[in-house]
């Protein structure tokens, strides 16, 4: 059997980038897939059908985990998909409002906090119960390394990804008693669809800050979560791994 085999997994955003190779990877070890996106359902059936041809099952949820009644209909369907199991939670979901702080308007910070740190903390809270009753469970939330060291333009977005390792931490000290653990991982730029133009024109500048001499890719990110998810991590819980190639030390 696969390392993750008979496991059911949620992955929010997991429609691109980090989410899609997620969910391509967690079903590559063995886990059905339930894939949240919140509007490009295009994208989210490509998704699937990775999911698919890496040998495993999905479902495609619709919502937008920043909305209560969304976040709890998310878990609701995966429990149903996975007959009563929930067993891996990937908070993903994410966006980016970039600007400086002094013309960053409240809706800008409001939209960036509000999905990428209380929709994770929403799915967190619907997935609880039923790993508690189960008293076994997989957190791994996605937060970055501008959460860690900050990043000029991202006051909202390094807040969130901030605000995101706390919050590991501190579900990972409330869970532990019932087998449930809660790391992050940190990407640094990582190259993905949305992505990709960006990280081009800076490639002059960005480049010789990383040690490894290169882009992170999506399935580099993956991997680190998929470790997290997987039985070898059963005594890893409150810490960030970082993949950045070595740029944040």
Known sequence: MSSLGGRVAVVTGGA?????????RLAKDGARIAINYKGNAEAAAEAKRLVEQAGSTATLIQGDVSVDADAERVVKEALAFG???????????????????????AEEWDAVLD???????????????????????????VSSVSGIAGNAGQANYSAAKAGLIGFTKTV????????ITCNAVA??????????????????TILPQIPLGRFGTV?????????????????????????????VT
């Not at 007959?83 to 308007?105: C, E, F, K, Q």
């Not at 990972?172 to 087998?179: K, S």
């Not at 990407?187 to 002059?204: C, I, S, Y």
């Not at 998810?229 to 059963?234: I, K, L, M, V």
């Open 16 to 24: 691109r980038g980090i989410g899609r190779a997620t969910a391509a």
């Open 83 to 105: 007959d009563g199991r929930l067993d891996i939670l990937v908070n993903n979901a994410g966006i980016t409002r970039d600007n400086l702080l002094i013309r960053m308007s």
């Open 115 to 141: 999905l990428n740190l209380r929709g994770a903390f929403l799915v967190t809270k619907a997935a609880m119960r039923p790993m508690m009753k189960h008293r076994s469970g997989r957190i791994v939330n």
């Open 172 to 179: 990972a000290r409330e869970m532990a008693t019932r087998n």
């Open 187 to 204: 990407p640094g730029f990582v190259d993905t669809d949305l992505t990709h133009a960006l990280l081009q024109q800076m490639e002059k």
């Open 219 to 247: 399935e580099d990110v993956a991997g680190a979560i998929a470790f997290l998810a997987s039985d070898e991590a059963a005594y890893i819980t409150g810490q960030v791994v970082v993949v950045d190639g070595g740029m």
